[in-house]
């Protein structure tokens, strides 16, 4: 069992789905100038399954050339029963069109800081998870830009995620399908296929 946990963190850290989704708008023509000046916020629409009762969800802000990230992962789809959630921040910029995906574009995006906070006290699930090597407290934010924890790398270490950037014609916003490893830390790992968008709110 915790195995199968870790085998499953591991694959969600691409935050990437598991199981279909819905059919989503295809990417439309945009410019860097469009895609740089993103303002608001953006998240999934619902929950998505990433493997057998675990479920997760994204939340992004943009401001002008500045971003976030707030992730949570729980085992129901009402995300009641959160086992972990993480931040990060920093700055991106938008760079040429990509080769691979049509009406994408490479994205760099800078990782200043980095925060998990843990959610669940159940020993079995901090272990499945990676987690308990982390020495996270229960219900606090702790940094850990420093040292790293579980997939994530300290920032030292891997400050770029080398992304994709589209739209499409609803203002749907979709990125790069990360790879297993969760490692985007240098161009050539950059994605070439996209996940489902989030919208704005």
Request: hydrophobic fraction near 40%; aromatic fraction near 10%.
């Amino acid at each position: 069992m915790t195995r199968l946990l870790l085998l499953t963190f591991v694959a969600l850290l691409s935050l990437s789905t598991a199981c279909a989704q819905p059919a989503a708008p295809a990417p439309v023509p945009t410019t860097p100038a469009t895609l740089t000046a993103l303002a608001g916020t953006y998240a999934d629409a619902a929950s998505y399954a990433y493997g057998p009762n675990v479920y997760g969800k994204r939340t992004f802000t943009f401001n002008h050339g500045t971003w976030t990230l707030h992730f949570i992962l729980a085992l129901d789809p009402e995300l009641k029963m959160v086992v972990f959630e993480y931040r990060t921040l920093g700055t991106y910029s938008v760079q040429g069109r990509s080769a691979t995906v049509p009406n994408a574009y490479e994205a760099l995006f800078l990782s200043d800081k980095k925060y998990v906070k843990l959610r669940s006290r159940d020993a079995g699930l901090v272990q499945g998870f990676g987690l308990a090597a982390c020495n996270l407290p229960v219900d606090e934010w702790k940094d850990v830009s420093e040292v790293g924890c579980a997939g994530w790398r300290p920032v030292a270490v891997c400050r770029e995620d080398h992304d994709l950037l589209a739209l499409d014609a609803q203002g749907g916003l979709y990125f790069g399908q990360r790879p297993r490893d969760n490692d985007m830390c240098t161009a050539a790992k950059r994605p070439t296929v996209l996940t489902p968008p989030v919208v704005k709110r």
